[in-house]
């Protein structure tokens, strides 16, 4: 039942930003940097596994990972040298990077 919860709650999130970004860019954009999904996956995920040593070890690695996802949109800031796809394929390419950073951070707090 949480799973269908989950579905349709992230679902909603996504579809109505993606609707109202043509109209709303800026304020799409605010909405989306939010923490959405972590404030949908905590508490659910507590709710389905009732161990909050998890859940907590989970919002610290969001964390640590949140500045390093960035590496995502250091394409998108260079405008004149990529398309669209281009700058976007670059910074899928840059996340397989950004995640062994992390691996390597959270291992080292341990």
Known sequence: MLVVLNTL???LVIGVAAWLSR??????????ALPLA???VLPLAYLQH???????????SILVALPITLLF???FLMR??????G?????????????LVHRA?????G
């Open 23 to 32: 109209r709303y860019p800026v304020s799409m954009g605010f909405l989306i």
């Open 38 to 40: 972590t404030m949908l």
């Open 105 to 109: 951070i959270m291992r080292a707090l």
């Open 80 to 85: 004149d040298r990529f398309s669209f796809w």
């Open 50 to 60: 009732k161990d909050p040593g998890s859940v907590f070890q989970m919002a610290r």
């Open 73 to 75: 949109f250091v394409p």
């Open 87 to 99: 700058a976007y394929a670059l910074g899928c390419a840059l996340l397989p990077v950004g995640y």
């Open 9 to 11: 709650v992230s679902a």
